[in-house]
């Protein structure tokens, strides 16, 4: 059996070589969804927890709980740290993620204590921190263990009256005047008694590193806390062990651990601790619950881009089967007519498809690791790069898919068999010669059904487009059927284009049937008469091509509207916001309080100019003012913008078309008048403003967001449509973690008359970058100058972290190896059935040799065929995608760019992505007719009729 | 009298691929008179059909000459060959050959395009098929008849565009004797009403008679029959 089979292989090697082709293709593209899903989910959750540091400038992986300790146990620092540290180990042997870090603090309430130099009295707490000399540096006087070497007289004085030496913070030196020498009597009450403290500060400290994961409770918070060393804190604890000494455990964890794989085991872990500890709580949580959601999300995308391939790739292995088994149904109707039984001619094909079919699906394992490596390293459809991929590696799951693989293709490999293997000889002539002449889909009309549901299913989700959007934003699951419908779309508009394409080549044959030369009325009569058999390769034509162009025309409309959107909304090559320090000041607690801003220097940045800076402008940016059009007329949130025209000009950028008109018109309409503003066209529009017409706006206090600070008249010199980094749409968290859709109105004003009315507050540098030049030598210059950057936004950096983003990466990397995989199965399709047509033809060029026909019009005739059919096949294909693009674009678009803009979706269609695949078909194509010309050319007349008669 | 095919001493030999050469033709001389039935007999393998494809044109000779209608054959460039069996020459083939694409009337079509028929191509076409006897089955593909209707399809299409000459390579070897021995009526029909050559191999003793000259095929030679053997 096992020979029989090797030589039925080896005897049909070229077609079977197809076969194995195709089912190493389809475990290769399966594997790699286990793959492809794992390191880009990997890669989500590394960027959520980026993406929580970038908004909330603390570490994402902490786990926090507090409580106090009471009780003779508690005598000392270590004793209160061992409990501590018991709670961490219980912890992290459930959750077996590395800490990086910890913070331990004790606090005892000293409540009210009189100060010596002013006599005040003020709430204060002891502390302890541990480790914290190592995170903290001295701004000025001693560490509390190095108090005996203080030189200040009065913290001498203290120590030497038995005071407990003490450090307190920037913000509590700054904010409650605690400063160095002061000295605090506290009473501390326990149950038993009352006892007596003295204490004195030492040291102003501050964070060595504010961005260092150990300060996730930063010192500022500690604002009426005095910190001790170990030794007098376990002082304080012995005296006071029968009271409440408060603890706060802080663990950092490595979050680069928490992954695919472990990430639901966290959540429990984290969930079923919670319900034990009311006062656990972790940063992380919410990053989970977000990731789970758009994991379901990934996972549909992934899987909806993986059907319409591998529907192609079962077609192709069913398609070239199929032409095996059409070869041997002679043999087969023999067996039958030998008395070999059904079943028997089933086991043998379905060992000899087991054969082929485990072959492929291991071969096709490294394949789908290479396939894997090639779309994580795509930057656009068919742009490979040689980006770092290591976040995707292979897993176990991927030999489960090959397994699937394995199956689905013995079946398809098999399901020709089953009819096939009914007929005997004589049965199989009679069934050959009532042969169908027309393909199942034409004859049953399929491809209208298909075109309706894929139009009606269009229609209904257009409809329901603005419930979409804000689903997306909400981090919601989407509807597979969105991503399908498109194929949906493209097969039953392909099979109609065909049906279209069969009447057109009828018409034409019909209207020239008399006037026909031999060779074209050979051609059409061929391709009229053989659509059954061409049916198949004019669908993977269609197919291949119109997806390829949907394929690339969605990815490059996404990836050019996100890149446009991400570069309207800086506003200019780089954004930054540096840390201003503020005064505040009381006179009382009921008073108001006077607020100053420190502005750093800014000549600093004039360095810049020599490190790729072009040019760059303050601008300042405050998006919660108030606009007052009358005493009834209140908008509040509205985006204020600060600016100083001729530099603004020269350093932001808008896209052109946005407008009216160009915008510097615009810019020097406000220019002229140092007191106007411009408006933002929908708040023009609400309040039917018009240029001349004036409104009032105003800003709140620093200190108190409810105050409003100071308010200004101003003229409306201009109303814009778009602005840089002016969105009019925005969209706002609901309390049932819904979003909700807003309009977002602006006003832009100049920077002086904004700095004279509203003082003097951080604003943002925005730089526009030379041409060539590097982002990262201004990250660097701020690196070396230590400038504390608040917030920053980099244009080139954010286009290429959306590039990396998981959803994109997904959608690159699909669409180009679905691409590269149906152009093969096109390709080797295509060049096996023109061989084999060639081949099973040669009885006939040899007849049609012998009555005289010229090779000249052998080649006419296969000319004009592969024009009538394949060639007409691109062109549909291609029409196909074009259509399909229109319809879909802005439907799936949807999922990527949910949010409405200034800048409105733009199809981008570019005639370099036809031709890339124009010029990848064409070789294919050429390749064929290569093939297709030597074996005509090297045929032989009377050995091919001699051919023909065995 | 007339003769549209005369040979002087063909020879033809095949390569082995031992470096040796099997001789099939061994100085072979016929002269084929216009508007006859000749027919060559002989055992499988002796020749015949090597014969036939030199004299049409299908294949050249090792050595010697062929003359059709008074041009030597081994002078004419492949264009001029192509346009000698276009237009002046039918086959027949054993396996009947017609265009399975093509319908009876279309397979017929094709060879009168093939020639550039002047005439009426309809009338053409009905009538060689009515002499056929297939008038009421033009419409039908060729795997819709049966082995005899497709070679009288074969017929009628080789003679439609009135070549001079038909070459038919056992036109019978697949039919029953009653089918055969119609098509050979056939043939002297047309033979008599259209003036047509033709030169026909079979190893069917029973058409014999039914030739105008037969000769036999044996290890290459070729030995004249006459009539009364």
């Known amino acids: ?950 | 009298m007339d003769y549209i095919i005369k040979t002087e001493d063909i020879h033809k030999s095949f390569p082995l691929g031992n470096h040796e050469m099997l001789e099939v033709l061994k100085g072979v001389n016929i002269e084929v008179p216009k508007a006859s039935l000749t027919i060559l007999k002989g055992r499988s393998g002796s020749g015949k059909t090597t014969l036939l494809n030199i004299l049409s044109m299908l294949d050249d000779p090792t050595s010697g000459k062929v003359f059709l209608d008074d041009r030597d054959v081994g002078g004419m460039n492949t264009r001029q060959r192509e346009a000698m069996r276009r237009y002046n020459v039918g086959f027949v083939f054993q396996s009947v050959a017609l265009v399975p694409i093509m319908s009876a009337y279309e397979n017929v079509d094709f060879a009168l395009k093939l020639a550039d028929y002047k005439g009426d191509r309809d009338a053409r076409i009905k009538e060689v098929l009515s002499v056929v006897g297939l008038e009421k089955r033009m419409t039908h593909m060729p795997s819709q008849m049966s082995g005899g209707e497709q070679q009288r399809v074969a017929i009628a299409r080789a003679v439609s565009h009135k070549p001079k000459i038909i070459f038919a390579d056992e036109p019978t070897g697949a039919l029953d004797t009653a089918t055969g021995l119609g098509i050979i009526k056939l043939f002297k029909e047309l033979i008599e009403k259209e003036g047509i050559t033709i030169v026909m191999t079979t190893h069917d003793p029973n058409l014999m008679v039914f030739g105008d000259a037969v000769y036999e095929m044996e290890d290459g030679e070729l030995r004249y029959v006459p009539a009364e053997q």
Request: hydrophobic letters at 40%.
């Open chain 1, 1 to 950: 059996m096992i020979r029989f089979i090797k030589y039925k292989i080896l005897n049909k090697k070229w077609l079977n070589f197809c076969l194995l082709t195709g089912v190493i293709l389809l475990s290769a593209f399966l594997s790699v969804y286990p793959m492809f899903k794992e390191g880009s989910l990997n890669r989500l959750m590394q960027s959520l927890f980026d993406e929580y540091i970038d908004k909330n400038n603390e570490y994402p992986a902490v786990m926090t709980t507090k409580g106090s300790l009471t009780g003779e146990a508690y005598s000392d620092v270590d004793s209160a740290l061992n409990f501590m540290n018991t709670l961490e180990q219980k912890w992290t042997s459930y959750i077996n993620i590395p800490v990086i870090q910890r913070q331990q603090s004790l606090e005892i309430i000293a409540g009210y204590s009189d100060e010596n130099l002013t006599g005040k009295s003020k709430q204060i707490l002891f502390g302890y921190v541990d480790n914290l000399k190592d995170h903290a540096d001295l701004i000025c006087g001693v560490w509390p263990e190095d108090a005996e070497s203080s030189d200040n007289e009065m913290v001498k004085e203290a120590l030497a009256n038995g005071a407990i030496p003490c450090v307190v913070s920037q913000k509590a030196y700054d904010t409650d005047e605690i400063t160095i020498g002061q000295c605090y009597h506290s009473e501390l009450n326990n149950s038993n008694d009352q006892k007596q403290f003295y204490s004195v500060v030492t040291g102003i400290i501050e964070e060595n590193d504010d961005t260092a994961p150990f300060w996730v409770k930063r010192l500022r918070k500690y604002e009426k806390t005095m910190f001790t060393d170990k030794e007098h804190f376990s002082l304080l604890m012995k005296s006071f062990c029968a009271g409440d000494i408060n603890f706060e455990e802080s663990v950092m964890l490595d979050y680069t651990y928490i992954n695919y794989n472990n990430a639901e085991d966290i959540y429990w872990y984290v969930y079923q601790f919670q319900n034990i500890d009311s006062r656990l709580s972790t940063t992380f949580r919410n990053t989970l619950v977000s990731y789970f959601e758009t994991k379901k999300t990934i996972s549909i995308i992934l899987f909806t881009f993986e059907i319409p391939i591998i529907a192609l790739l079962l077609l192709f292995i069913y398609m070239i089967s199929g032409r095996i088994l059409e070869m041997e149904t002679g043999e087969i109707a023999m067996l039958k007519s030998r008395g070999v039984s059904r079943f028997k001619v089933i086991r043998l094909y379905l060992l000899q498809s087991g054969v082929i079919s485990l072959a492929g699906s291991v071969i096709g394992l490294p394949f789908g690791y290479l396939f894997c490596k090639l779309g994580a390293g795509t930057d656009a459809f068919l742009v490979f790069t040689m980006k770092d991929t290591t976040i995707y590696s292979p897993n176990l799951m991927m030999i489960a898919f090959a397994g699937i693989a394995f199956l689905l293709s013995l079946l398809f490999m098999t399901i020709p068999v089953i009819p096939i293997s009914r007929y005997t000889i004589i049965e199989r002539k009679s069934k050959k010669n009532s042969g169908k002449s027309k393909a199942v889909w034409e004859r049953f009309f399929l491809d209208i059904p298909l075109l309706l549901l894929s139009g009606y299913l269009l229609y209904n989700y257009l409809k329901q487009r603005e419930s979409i959007s804000l689903t997306v934003i909400s981090g919601g699951q989407i509807d597979p059927i969105i991503f399908l419908d498109s194929s949906l779309f493209i097969l039953g508009c392909g099979l109609f284009a065909l049906r279209i394409l069969h009447l057109i080549i009828n018409l034409i044959y019909k209207i020239g049937r008399n006037k026909w030369k031999p060779a074209e009325y050979v051609a059409f009569l061929q391709i009229i008469r053989s659509t059954k058999k061409q049916g198949f390769i004019a669908v993977f034509l269609v197919m291949t091509i119109a997806m390829g162009i949907f394929n690339s025309n969605l990815a490059r409309s996404v990836n050019e509207n996100m890149e446009n959107r991400i570069s309207y909304n800086v506003g200019c090559d780089y954004v930054l916001q540096e840390r201003w320090s503020i005064t505040v000041k009381k006179a009382s607690a009921t008073s108001e309080a006077f607020w100053k801003y420190k502005e750093p220097d800014f000549m600093r940045f004039d360095e810049l100019k020599n490190h790729g800076v072009e040019s760059m402008t303050k601008v300042i940016h405050d998006d919660m003012t108030a606009v007052k059009v009358d005493s009834k007329k209140k908008e509040v949130g509205c985006t204020l913008l600060g600016i100083n025209t001729k530099e603004f000009g020269e350093t932001a950028s808008l896209k052109s078309g946005l407008n009216d008109k160009h915008w510097y018109y615009y810019l020097n309409d406000l220019g002229q008048k140092p007191k106007g503003v411009l408006i933002s066209r929908n708040l023009a529009d609400k309040y039917d403003l018009k240029v001349g017409d004036k409104l009032e706006y105003s800003r709140y206090s620093p200190v108190d967001p409810n105050k409003e600070y100071a308010s200004t008249r101003s003229e409306i010199v201009g109303i814009v449509d778009s602005f840089p980094g002016y969105q009019s749409t925005v969209y706002e968290l609901q309390p049932d973690s819904t979003y909700k859709k807003r309009e977002n109105y602006l006003i832009v004003a100049n920077y002086n008359n904004v700095v004279n009315i509203f003082s003097m507050r951080p604003y943002e540098v925005w730089m526009k970058l030379a041409k060539n030049a590097d982002y990262e030598d201004v990250n660097n210059f701020l690196q070396e100058k230590e400038i504390r950057i608040q917030s920053k936004m980099i244009r080139e950096e954010m286009i290429q972290e959306q590039r990396n983003s998981t959803l994109i990466q997904i959608t690159n990397g699909m669409f180009s190896i679905g691409f590269i995989i149906s152009l093969v199965v096109c390709g080797v399709g295509f060049l096996i059935y023109w061989i084999l047509t060639i081949k099973e033809r040669e009885l006939i060029y040899g007849i049609y040799r012998s009555m005289g026909l010229t090779m000249g019009e052998i080649f006419r005739m296969l000319a004009i065929e592969q024009i009538f059919s394949s060639f007409f096949s691109c062109i549909a294909g291609f029409g196909v995608g074009m259509l399909t693009t229109f319809l879909f674009t802005k439907l799936i678009s949807i999922v990527y760019l949910p949010r409405e803009h200034n800048i409105p979706l733009e199809i981008i269609f570019k005639m370099s992505d036809v031709t890339k695949m124009a010029v990848i078909v064409g070789f294919v194509f050429v390749i064929c007719f290569i093939v297709i010309f030597r074996i005509i050319k090297n045929m032989n007349i009377t050995k091919a009729i001699k051919l023909g008669e065995d």
